[in-house]
């Protein structure tokens, strides 16, 4: 079993940055592919980007590509999301997710076992 804590959200201007943490609990944190989604009101959850278990690779949304940056720190059992040139449109609850292994499609969060309870990103105009 795997916890998930995000923390880091809070309220930005339009241009801004955050960056968000997803602290893990367990021992073999290097084996996960780590995932951040996020839910704006009204609207469906959606892939953010995600980081492939044991240095696969970082892949982004096309929405944010260029803006934010996932890392992950495997001796701290932490990955990170780093967002700048922050939009309103990036206003939602950022969750992150985690599945032991490697995922065929990150952006799917039907492949991700374990989430985080979410953490509140709201980019003023």
């Known amino acids: 079993q795997v916890q998930l804590v995000e923390s880091g959200g809070g309220l930005v201007q339009s241009g801004g940055s955050l960056r968000l943490s997803c602290a893990a609990s367990g021992r073999t944190f290097s084996s996960y592919t780590m995932g951040w989604f996020r839910q704006a009101p009204g609207k469906a959850r959606e892939f953010v980007g995600a980081?492939?278990?044991?240095?696969?690779?970082?892949y982004y949304a096309d929405s944010v590509k260029g803006r934010f940056t996932i890392s992950r720190d495997n001796a701290k059992n932490t990955v990170y999301l780093q967002m700048n040139s922050l939009k309103p449109e990036d206003t939602a609850v950022y969750y992150c997710?985690?599945?032991?292994?490697?995922?065929?499609?990150?952006?799917?969060?039907?492949?991700?076992?374990?989430w985080g309870q979410g953490t509140q990103v709201t980019v003023s105009s």
């Open positions: 980081n492939r278990w044991s240095g696969g690779g970082t």
């Open positions: 997710a985690a599945v032991h292994g490697p995922v065929v499609q990150l952006s799917n969060s039907y492949a991700y076992d374990y």
